[in-house]
């Protein structure tokens, strides 16, 4: 504890400090209570048992101001002046800057300036600019930091957290962006803008959003100028890393390359603040026509189009913080009616008429399917009805074939070896009936089932059982299988392969018995005659 007390005084610790980086780091310079409302909106209920709201203000920003201090000391911030009301204000530093980059995870070159001396003068357009990104941002309180609370705290905080939302975060907005027409990011050249916020939340809808802030003190003509400069900008293109042209603002931004249906720049919202002596009311009629060009889109049937337009939309920083962007309080120049911010920055009309689009389209294919589908079931009728006009009549009972029978009758069989069939003309029951008729007058064999080891052959000499030609036996699988000779597995060739098993045996006993009966060379007073010697069995011949 006394090596924290020593490094950081005040007593700080690293979540407010946190706040005090990523606030400052976004707006550049602001006040302890802007950097308490956006960074712990939960402190904002209590402490309400304070007498005055100065008191009340001290208490629920204390937390922060010990941040401030503590980083003061580190040499990250630093006080930058006071409001006209006197708060003070504050600023990074350069190592500041550096450090807020890690906790907004941004690139350091695009961090922007210190804005030191922006207190210079009462800082009356920063403090706008920072009430701007309150309304737009709408913390919401933790309510789980409010548990111990009474209950008027709590229930104040469920009010606030029940209200309509915002858009993005405080990673979401930068301050203070340059938009050169001329020249680079860093080193801008003369002739272009400087937007007071840039708001980038494509979670929330809003891909990109160009803020201006008036705080009622320019003219029409000044702020058409403005514009001006803003068109110059989305106009340039330069050559991206893939060595194509593309825009300027799409190398930093990123953004549907349709932006609400069209191909338009990107919006640019203007937010009236009145404290100056102009009013906004005569102020953006005169404005919509010095920059009619700028956003005036293309009439078609149902709708507009604004491709390379700049939707401008215009809206009071009062009713900005009472409705938020979900609230109707926005007008886009060319309309007559206020709208939430994202359909003032979107273009309604077209989305319905491309839905009308989509929709009949998708009416148009289903039609065409089903035409398609009909046209497949007429073929195939008219193909059944031709394919039935010409199916086969039995010639025995007048029936049709089936179309197994057909197939059958028609050879159509893929083994080679497949029989032909022996009455095409007849149905299976008046072929079985003429086979049985065949069978009882001899005339022919009724086929049977070939056996399962002639069903894996690949070749059969015998397509039918075989029949003994001695006996008129059937052969048995057996016999069968012993007399075929056809395959890379075949038997030994059979001496006698058209007798069945009982007359090929018959035969074997019958020719044993035949050279058993030969006479034998007995001695009955007949000498054998003598074989000379070296002689050969044909010396007997030649005597």
């Given at each position: 504890m006394a090596g924290k007390r020593k490094n950081n005084p005040a007593g700080s610790t690293n979540s407010y400090r946190a706040d005090v980086l990523r606030v400052l780091g976004a707006l550049k310079v602001a006040t302890a209570d802007q950097i308490q409302r956006i960074g712990a909106p939960h402190l904002t209920f209590r402490h309400a048992n304070k007498e005055t709201p100065s008191k009340q203000k001290q208490a629920r920003t204390a937390s922060h101001t010990a941040a401030l201090s503590d980083m003061r000391g580190h040499g990250l911030s630093e006080n930058g002046g006071s409001t006209e009301t006197g708060e003070t204000l504050r600023n990074l530093t350069l190592k500041g800057l550096e450090a807020a980059s890690y906790e907004l995870r941004r690139p350091a070159g695009e961090m922007g300036s210190t804005a030191r001396g922006a207190g210079s003068s009462g800082a009356s357009h920063p403090m706008a600019v920072n009430e701007t990104v309150i309304a737009m941002l709408r913390p919401k309180p933790n309510m789980a930091r409010l548990t111990v609370d009474p209950p008027h705290v709590q229930a104040a905080a469920q009010a606030a957290a029940d209200g309509p939302d915002g858009i993005g975060t405080i990673a979401s907005y930068w301050t203070e962006v340059s938009l050169p027409a001329t020249g680079t990011w860093n080193a801008p050249g003369k002739g272009g803008a400087q937007a007071d916020i840039v708001l980038t939340a494509p979670q929330d809808g809003v891909p990109l959003l160009f803020i201006e802030v008036d705080n009622c003190h320019e003219s029409a003509e000044e702020l058409a100028d403005k514009l001006e400069k803003?068109?110059?900008?989305?106009?340039?293109?330069?050559?991206?890393?893939?060595?194509?042209?593309?825009?300027?603002?799409?190398?930093?931004?990123?953004?549907?390359?349709?932006?609400?249906?069209?191909?338009?720049?990107?919006?640019?919202?203007?937010?009236?603040?009145?404290?100056?002596?102009?009013?906004?009311?005569?102020?953006?009629?005169?404005?919509?026509?010095?920059?009619?060009?700028?956003?005036?889109?293309?009439?078609?049937?149902?709708?507009?189009?604004?491709?390379?337009?700049?939707?401008?939309?215009?809206?009071?920083?009062?009713?900005?913080?009472?409705?938020?962007?979900?609230?109707?309080?926005?007008?886009?120049?060319?309309?007559?009616?206020?709208?939430?911010?994202?359909?003032?920055?979107?273009?309604?009309?077209?989305?319905?008429?491309?839905?009308?689009?989509?929709?009949?389209?998708?009416?148009?294919?289903?039609?065409?399917?089903?035409?398609?589908?009909?046209?497949?079931?007429?073929?195939?009728?008219?193909?059944?009805?031709?394919?039935?006009?010409?199916?086969?009549v039995c010639t025995g009972c007048g029936a049709k074939f089936t179309d197994e029978r057909w197939e059958a009758a028609q050879g159509q069989a893929k083994d080679w070896g497949a029989p032909k069939d022996s009455h095409p003309h007849l149905c299976d029951s008046c072929k079985h009936a003429a086979v049985a008729d065949a069978d009882e007058a001899g005339q022919q064999e009724r086929p049977e089932p070939l056996p399962d080891w002639a069903e894996r052959k690949h070749f059969l000499r015998y397509a039918r059982r075989p029949r003994c030609t001695e006996c008129?036996?059937?052969?048995?699988?057996?016999?069968?299988?012993?007399?075929?000779?056809?395959?890379?597995?075949?038997?030994?060739?059979?001496?006698?392969?058209?007798?069945?098993?009982?007359?090929?045996q018959r035969y074997v006993t019958d020719a044993q018995q035949a050279w058993s009966h030969e006479p034998q060379h007995e001695e009955q007073g007949q000498a054998v005659p003598e074989q000379k010697a070296g002689g050969t069995w044909l010396s007997r011949f030649r005597r």
């Open positions: 803003y068109a110059r900008f989305f106009r340039r293109k330069v050559k991206d890393t893939d060595g194509r042209e593309r825009p300027m603002w799409r190398t930093r931004w990123s953004a549907p390359d349709t932006f609400s249906g069209d191909r338009a720049h990107p919006p640019v919202l203007l937010v009236f603040n009145r404290i100056g002596e102009r009013n906004p009311n005569r102020t953006v009629p005169r404005l919509q026509e010095l920059t009619r060009h700028l956003w005036q889109g293309q009439r078609h049937t149902d709708f507009h189009a604004y491709d390379g337009k700049i939707p401008i939309i215009a809206t009071g920083l009062k009713n900005l913080r009472e409705h938020g962007p979900g609230g109707p309080v926005f007008l886009r120049f060319g309309r007559d009616h206020m709208q939430p911010l994202r359909e003032a920055i979107g273009n309604p009309r077209r989305e319905v008429a491309d839905d009308r689009a989509r929709e009949a389209a998708r009416i148009r294919e289903e039609e065409f399917q089903a035409q398609a589908r009909r046209a497949a079931q007429e073929r195939a009728a008219k193909q059944a009805a031709e394919r039935e006009a010409r199916r086969p008129r036996a059937a052969f048995t699988d057996e016999r069968w299988q012993a007399v075929e000779r056809t395959g890379w597995d075949a038997l030994p060739p059979q001496a006698r392969p058209t007798l069945c098993g009982n007359c090929d």
